[in-house]
């Protein structure tokens, strides 16, 4: 039922009363699916990484987006770091 849920649509499966039923709006993943047709990869990377500088803009720490190296990042105590790595230098792998 799980699968069906993600292709079907207009299904909606009750997760506490296991019941499932046809409903006249599209569920969230028909949302999600449209959209994401509509933004690019590189359109959806970089309004991320605005909105990520932006939230985590100098307030509490000194903001590092993309070290490339240790040598980015003040050896000085006075004012904490947070290094943001980038999306293009994350490797994400499942075990």
Known sequence: MERLSTVAWYL???SITSVARFKEEPSINKIISEE????????AKDELR???DTIFAERLFKL??????????DDV????????????EATISTK
């Open 50 to 52: 605005k909105r990520r």
């Open 77 to 88: 105590a006075d004012n904490i770091a947070l290094c943001l790595i980038d999306f293009n």
């Open 12 to 14: 909606e499966n009750d």
């Open 36 to 43: 994401k047709q509509q933004i690019g990869k590189t359109e």
């Open 64 to 73: 590092i987006s993309a070290p490339e190296s240790p040598g980015d990042v």
